[in-house]
Protein backbone atom coordinates (compact mmCIF):
# COMPACT_ATOMS: atom_id res chain seq x y z
CA UNK A 1 0.00 0.00 0.00
CA UNK A 2 0.76 3.71 -0.25
CA UNK A 3 -0.12 6.30 2.57
CA UNK A 4 -0.67 9.94 1.84
CA UNK A 5 0.72 10.77 5.36
CA UNK A 6 3.70 9.42 7.00
CA UNK A 7 3.13 5.83 9.19
CA UNK A 8 4.58 4.79 12.07
CA UNK A 9 7.95 2.71 10.94
CA UNK A 10 9.19 1.37 14.24
CA UNK A 11 6.69 -0.80 14.82
CA UNK A 12 4.66 -4.08 13.07
CA UNK A 13 1.01 -3.55 13.74
CA UNK A 14 -1.38 -6.97 14.48
CA UNK A 15 -4.89 -7.28 14.62
CA UNK A 16 -6.36 -10.50 15.60
CA UNK A 17 -10.29 -11.88 16.23
CA UNK A 18 -12.72 -13.91 14.75
CA UNK A 19 -14.12 -10.80 12.80
CA UNK A 20 -10.81 -9.67 11.49
CA UNK A 21 -9.05 -13.03 10.88
CA UNK A 22 -10.95 -16.44 12.60
CA UNK A 23 -7.60 -18.22 13.41
CA UNK A 24 -4.64 -16.26 12.66
CA UNK A 25 -4.14 -12.61 12.30
CA UNK A 26 -3.53 -9.60 10.15
CA UNK A 27 -0.43 -7.64 9.70
CA UNK A 28 0.76 -4.14 8.78
CA UNK A 29 4.78 -3.75 7.97
CA UNK A 30 6.04 -0.37 7.24
CA UNK A 31 8.30 -0.26 4.23
CA UNK A 32 9.05 3.36 5.14
CA UNK A 33 7.15 6.33 5.94
CA UNK A 34 4.71 5.91 2.89
CA UNK A 35 4.43 2.35 2.47
CA UNK A 36 3.89 -0.88 3.84
CA UNK A 37 2.77 -4.28 3.70
CA UNK A 38 -0.54 -5.22 4.98
CA UNK A 39 -1.87 -8.77 5.11
CA UNK A 40 -4.40 -11.49 6.37
CA UNK A 41 -4.73 -14.73 7.19
CA UNK A 42 -7.93 -16.96 8.25
CA UNK A 43 -8.99 -20.31 8.24
CA UNK A 44 -11.18 -21.30 5.70
CA UNK A 45 -14.79 -21.32 5.56
CA UNK A 46 -17.23 -18.12 6.13
CA UNK A 47 -16.38 -15.02 4.31
CA UNK A 48 -14.38 -15.41 0.72
CA UNK A 49 -10.99 -14.27 1.24
CA UNK A 50 -11.57 -11.42 -0.93
CA UNK A 51 -14.36 -9.90 1.12
CA UNK A 52 -12.76 -10.26 4.46
CA UNK A 53 -9.80 -8.46 3.31
CA UNK A 54 -11.83 -5.83 2.01
CA UNK A 55 -13.78 -5.76 5.58
CA UNK A 56 -10.54 -5.37 6.90
CA UNK A 57 -9.07 -2.36 4.85
CA UNK A 58 -12.73 -0.48 5.97
CA UNK A 59 -12.78 -1.24 9.43
CA UNK A 60 -11.81 1.27 12.05
CA UNK A 61 -8.74 0.21 13.35
CA UNK A 62 -6.70 0.14 10.25
CA UNK A 63 -7.99 3.59 9.02
CA UNK A 64 -6.83 4.51 12.44
CA UNK A 65 -3.39 3.34 11.64
CA UNK A 66 -3.11 3.82 7.73
CA UNK A 67 -5.84 6.70 6.85
CA UNK A 68 -6.30 7.20 3.36
CA UNK A 69 -4.11 4.46 2.23
CA UNK A 70 -4.19 3.45 -1.30
CA UNK A 71 -3.85 -1.08 -2.31
CA UNK A 72 -1.25 -1.05 -4.95
CA UNK A 73 -1.46 -4.43 -5.25
CA UNK A 74 -2.63 -8.08 -3.97
CA UNK A 75 -1.25 -11.13 -3.78
CA UNK A 76 -3.23 -14.18 -2.18
CA UNK A 77 -2.43 -17.62 -1.82
CA UNK A 78 -2.79 -20.61 0.40
CA UNK A 79 -0.77 -21.66 3.53
CA UNK A 80 -0.45 -25.37 3.47
CA UNK A 81 -0.32 -26.43 6.95
CA UNK A 82 1.17 -29.84 8.06
CA UNK A 83 3.30 -31.29 8.00
CA UNK A 84 2.23 -34.05 4.98
CA UNK A 85 3.55 -37.64 6.36
CA UNK A 86 5.69 -38.81 3.63
CA UNK A 87 7.37 -35.82 1.49
CA UNK A 88 9.62 -38.86 -0.36
CA UNK A 89 8.41 -41.73 -3.02
CA UNK A 90 10.58 -43.33 -5.55
CA UNK A 91 12.49 -40.41 -7.55
CA UNK A 92 9.66 -37.92 -5.44
CA UNK A 93 10.87 -35.29 -2.90
CA UNK A 94 8.89 -32.43 -1.53
CA UNK A 95 9.98 -29.57 0.08
CA UNK A 96 8.40 -25.75 1.29
CA UNK A 97 5.10 -25.61 0.21
CA UNK A 98 4.63 -29.06 -1.41
CA UNK A 99 5.35 -30.38 2.06
CA UNK A 100 2.79 -28.27 4.01
CA UNK A 101 5.73 -27.05 5.89
CA UNK A 102 5.08 -23.91 7.28
CA UNK A 103 4.51 -22.80 10.70
CA UNK A 104 0.98 -22.99 12.06
CA UNK A 105 1.87 -20.23 14.19
CA UNK A 106 2.86 -17.61 11.98
CA UNK A 107 2.16 -19.30 8.63
CA UNK A 108 6.14 -18.54 8.11
CA UNK A 109 7.72 -20.41 5.84
CA UNK A 110 10.71 -19.61 4.37
CA UNK A 111 13.23 -20.99 7.27
CA UNK A 112 11.77 -24.38 6.79
CA UNK A 113 11.85 -24.50 3.20
CA UNK A 114 15.64 -23.94 3.67
CA UNK A 115 15.91 -26.64 6.04
CA UNK A 116 14.34 -28.73 4.14
CA UNK A 117 15.65 -28.20 0.57
CA UNK A 118 19.46 -28.68 2.77
CA UNK A 119 18.40 -32.48 4.17
CA UNK A 120 16.66 -32.55 0.42
CA UNK A 121 20.22 -32.18 -1.14
CA UNK A 122 22.36 -34.25 0.56
CA UNK A 123 19.86 -37.27 0.17
CA UNK A 124 19.31 -36.76 -3.51
CA UNK A 125 23.18 -36.41 -3.83
CA UNK A 126 23.60 -39.35 -1.92
CA UNK A 127 20.78 -41.40 -3.32
CA UNK A 128 22.02 -40.66 -6.98
CA UNK A 129 25.83 -41.23 -6.51
CA UNK A 130 24.33 -44.85 -5.59
CA UNK A 131 22.13 -44.85 -8.26
CA UNK A 132 19.28 -45.58 -5.85
CA UNK A 133 16.54 -43.61 -5.66
CA UNK A 134 13.91 -45.62 -3.95
CA UNK A 135 11.61 -44.43 -0.84
CA UNK A 136 13.58 -45.96 1.30
CA UNK A 137 17.36 -44.59 0.32
CA UNK A 138 15.89 -40.55 0.29
CA UNK A 139 14.57 -41.61 3.93
CA UNK A 140 17.50 -39.34 5.56
CA UNK A 141 15.79 -35.91 3.87
CA UNK A 142 12.56 -36.46 6.19
CA UNK A 143 14.83 -37.87 9.27
CA UNK A 144 17.14 -35.00 9.07
CA UNK A 145 14.53 -32.46 8.71
CA UNK A 146 12.63 -33.55 11.73
CA UNK A 147 15.44 -33.83 13.89
CA UNK A 148 16.24 -30.30 13.13
CA UNK A 149 12.67 -29.19 12.98
CA UNK A 150 10.39 -31.20 14.08
CA UNK A 151 9.73 -30.32 17.57
CA UNK A 152 10.01 -26.41 16.84
CA UNK A 153 7.14 -27.65 13.95
CA UNK A 154 5.04 -29.56 16.92
CA UNK A 155 5.10 -26.60 19.64
CA UNK A 156 3.66 -24.66 16.50
CA UNK A 157 0.68 -26.69 16.04
CA UNK A 158 0.27 -27.45 19.94
CA UNK A 159 0.13 -23.08 19.68
CA UNK A 160 -1.80 -22.84 17.18
CA UNK A 161 -4.55 -25.44 18.77
CA UNK A 162 -4.85 -23.34 21.78
CA UNK A 163 -4.81 -20.16 19.92
CA UNK A 164 -7.66 -21.56 17.75
CA UNK A 165 -9.33 -22.78 21.06
CA UNK A 166 -9.42 -19.07 23.02
CA UNK A 167 -12.15 -16.36 22.74
CA UNK A 168 -11.46 -13.04 21.18
CA UNK A 169 -11.90 -11.64 25.33
Known amino acids: FDSPGPIATDHVDLFAGRDVAPGFFAWVVPRGEHEGLLGL ?3 PGGMHPKERLEAFLASGPVREVLPGIQVTAHHAGAIPLGPVHGPVADRVV ?6 A ?12 ALVAARHAAAALVRAHEQGDLSESNLMPYPRGFD ?4 GELARAARLRRSFRAMSDR
Open 101 to 112: QAKATSGGGVYP
Open 147 to 150: EELG
Open 94 to 99: LVGDAA
Open 41 to 43: ASE
